[in-house]
């Protein structure tokens, strides 16, 4: 059985930090690349992060370029999204999401190719709330 589990999350001032942990178990790890999405209250899902674990690559959306840093631990099978800078634009529900796939992210440019990539995928976790307050 897949299981994606996320944690992490939490009540936060403007400018400061949290650290998303995204455990992932019943995959074979290194097979899959995985995502951080989030939606905020009457807003669309939207992707933020993702992540190969086949390589080095990554994507981020230009809002948190600069101030969020997706990473890996295959040997824990555990993915991290490091959230600096926070902003009240930030608040949301963050899901992680595991989707097959053996290779790199580098095709994932934008929002809308991270959409495609993970649209349609079983393995979602149950989400963490992030709330930046101003």
């Known amino acids: 059985e897949v299981q994606v589990v996320e944690s992490g999350g939490g009540l936060v001032q403007t400018g400061g930090s949290l650290r998303l942990s995204c455990a992932a178990s019943?995959?074979?790890?290194?097979?899959?690349?995985i995502g951080w999405f989030r939606q905020a209250l009457g807003k669309e899902r939207e992707g933020v992060s993702c992540?190969?674990?086949?390589?080095?690559?990554?994507f981020y959306r230009d809002s948190v370029k600069g101030r969020f840093t997706i990473s890996r631990d295959n040997a824990k099978s555990t993915v991290f999204l490091q959230m600096n800078a926070l902003t009240p634009e930030d608040s949301a529900v963050y899901y992680c999401v595991v989707a097959y796939w053996p290779a790199t992210v580098q095709h994932v440019a934008s929002a809308k190719a991270m959409d495609i990539m993970f649209d349609g995928k079983d393995y979602w976790g149950q989400g963490t709330q992030v709330t930046v307050s101003s």
């Open positions: 019943g995959i074979t790890f290194g097979d899959y690349a």
């Open positions: 992540i190969s674990t086949h390589d080095d690559s990554t």
